[in-house]
């Protein structure tokens, strides 16, 4: 019943920031005690986990993004956003935003992804 569905730019500069949003429908980004993630795959690599906000608004990034992330959200649209800055072609990927339960790992519902290529 959940679907998430990302929407932003297919193409970005390098060095400027990166923009993504989750749209969530069939459910709540304030529901205890779900945890909303943005995970990317580059081509040719595995899945990376990013981040996550969580149902109070908390939120979590990977050590080696911290730096240059940040998710916030809409509350009032049941969104939530990337903001993903000083982007090289290295964070060319397939980015995704999933639901991931009580927070420990298991995503079960994601989005259908989107080509995100930095490039001049």
């Known amino acids: 019943q959940v679907q998430l569905q990302e929407s932003g730019p297919g193409l970005v500069k390098p060095s400027q920031t990166l923009s993504l949003t989750c749209t969530v429908s069939?459910?709540?980004?304030?529901?205890?005690?779900?945890?909303w993630s943005w995970i990317r795959q580059p081509p040719g690599k595995g899945l990376e986990w990013i981040g996550y906000i969580n149902y109070n608004g908390n939120t979590y990034y990977s050590p080696s993004l911290k730096s240059r992330t940040s998710i916030s959200r809409d509350t009032s649209k049941n969104q939530f956003i990337l903001l993903l800055s000083s982007v090289t072609p290295e964070d060319t990927a397939v980015y995704y935003c999933?639901?991931?339960?009580?927070?420990?790992?298991?995503?079960?519902?994601w989005g259908q992804g989107t080509q995100v290529t930095v490039s001049s």
């Open positions: 999933a639901r991931d339960e009580a927070g420990w790992g298991f995503n079960d519902y």
């Open positions: 069939g459910g709540s980004i304030t529901t205890n005690y779900y945890y």
